[in-house]
């Protein structure tokens, strides 16, 4: 399938240090979407990055994508204990139909 | 806006019992998505709707489990007879329909039921 694949799958850094984690995925994409996921909550979108696109930024956020390597990158700077949750990417793939899935996510904890 | 409505939040019922749960997409969007999150298998696609038409419920795990839209604001998916393996935290997450020929719209989730079976 077209899961995309995250890791580590889980990451412990102090507040203040960058956190990146990764994506991998197998064919061919349009985009690439990641989400966040607070404990007890729901998956909330962060940045899309399309496959014309190597980098893009949002606040604290950075995002790399090499479809060579068919893998993508999020990096944290900065690191703050709010940024504690679950990280996942999704994969959207030109055809129409196709949904795009989710990993097991990468659980980051921040500590104070 | 609001966003995507789940209820109940919580259900602890006893093996046997049939459950229902509820979503409210966000008002405008035309898809709509049931999302099962275990430990062990992540979070799993079950059925997706476009329009308030199932499209694809091949994730749907077995007959026990159904899902309706009978409109665009409401949706239920339902297990009859619940089991113990069906304990999961599930999720509604809607979306507006695709605009370039790929999935390029973010999904919108609930924060989900949580649903333990006795």
């Known amino acids: 399938s077209q899961q995309g694949e995250e890791d580590p799958q889980a990451l412990s850094i102090q507040e203040g240090e960058n956190a990146t984690m990764n994506c991998s995925y197998k064919?061919?994409?349009?985009?690439l979407q990641w989400y966040r996921q607070n404990s007890g909550r729901g998956l909330v979108h962060l940045i899309l990055?399309?496959?014309?696109?190597r980098e893009k930024h949002s606040g604290r956020l950075r995002v790399t994508l090499d479809t060579s390597k068919k893998s993508s990158s999020l990096l944290i700077t900065a690191s703050r204990a709010a940024d504690t949750a679950s990280y996942f990417c999704?994969?959207?793939?030109?055809?129409?139909?196709?949904?795009?899935?989710f990993g097991r996510g990468t659980s980051l904890i921040v500590h104070p | 806006d609001a966003g995507v409505i789940q209820s109940p939040r919580h259900e602890v019922t006893e093996m046997g019992q049939e459950v229902t749960l509820r979503c409210k997409p966000i008002?405008?969007?035309?898809?709509l998505f049931w999302y099962r999150q275990t430990m062990m298998r992540g979070l799993e696609l079950l059925i997706y709707?476009?329009?308030?038409?199932?499209?694809?419920d091949s994730g749907m795990p077995e007959d026990r489990f159904s899902a309706k839209m009978p409109n665009a604001s409401f949706s239920t998916l339902k297990i009859q007879p619940s089991e113990p393996r069906d304990s999961a935290v599930y999720f509604c997450?809607?979306?507006?329909?695709?605009?370039?020929?790929?999935?390029?719209?973010?999904?919108?989730f609930g924060d989900g039921t949580r649903l333990s079976i006795l």
């Open positions: 990055i399309r496959s014309n696109e």
């Open positions: 064919t061919s994409i349009n985009n």
């Open positions: 999704a994969t959207g793939v030109t055809g129409g139909s196709y949904i795009p899935t």
């Open positions: 008002s405008g969007h035309d898809y």
């Open positions: 997450a809607s979306s507006l329909v695709v605009g370039t020929g790929a999935w390029d719209q973010p999904q919108h």
């Open positions: 709707f476009n329009n308030n038409v199932p499209i694809d």
